[in-house]
């Protein structure tokens, strides 16, 4: 499949928990994540099932249906940060590189901006995820911090980078 892929990007279903199960234990895509390894599917069914109001979560599917990535938003609910939220964004090992990610990324930044009124959007990402970082930089999330030591992976502890994405300026003018 071609760079210019185009890919269909819904809501996830509960129907969906099979496919995501699939990409949140696949072994390039886990140890990046806060996930532990051998988690149930069950565990992931549950998820979907009772998903709060806050979390819009979308995933990205190639020309055959298959759910090749995940990704999304969690609104903070406390009155003087509903301007903000967290992304969170996983895509297959097979699907990697295929602009999976930036399919996700261009229709999460736009339900931010456009629908869901967000000035901020915030993300961790491990310090050596060099294709994330790439990825959240082309669109626009800048490094604001590194927590040290933050997540254990493999045995060993990990630093994590904090960035974000300011959209202040649009919505101030509008």
Not at 24 to 48: C, D, I, M, R
Not at 78 to 97: E, K, M, N, T, Y
Not at 100 to 108: D, T
Not at 152 to 170: F, I, Q, S, T, Y
Request: charged fraction near 20%.
């Amino acid at each position: 499949m071609s760079q210019a892929q185009a890919y269909l990007i819904r809501s996830i279903e509960p129907s969906d928990a099979a496919a995501l199960h699939r990409i949140k234990t696949a072994p390039g895509v886990f140890p990046n994540t806060l996930q532990l390894p051998y988690q149930s599917l069950a565990v992931t069914e549950k998820q979907l099932q009772e998903k709060p109001a806050n979390i819009h979560s979308l995933v990205a599917c190639a020309a055959d249906g298959e759910v090749a990535g995940n990704g999304g938003l969690i609104v903070n609910d406390r009155p003087r940060i509903r301007h903000s939220a967290s992304l969170f964004l996983v895509v297959h090992d097979d699907w990697q590189g295929k602009g999976v990610g930036s399919a996700l990324m261009r229709a999460i930044t736009d339900m931010a901006d456009n629908w869901l009124g967000l000035i901020r959007i915030e993300l961790k990402v491990i310090h050596d995820n060099a294709r994330a970082i790439a990825l959240y930089e082309k669109f626009g999330f800048e490094y604001e911090g590194r927590m040290r030591q933050e997540q254990l992976r493999a045995g060993k502890l990990e630093d994590v980078l904090v960035m974000a994405r300011l959209n202040w300026p649009a919505r101030a003018a509008s």
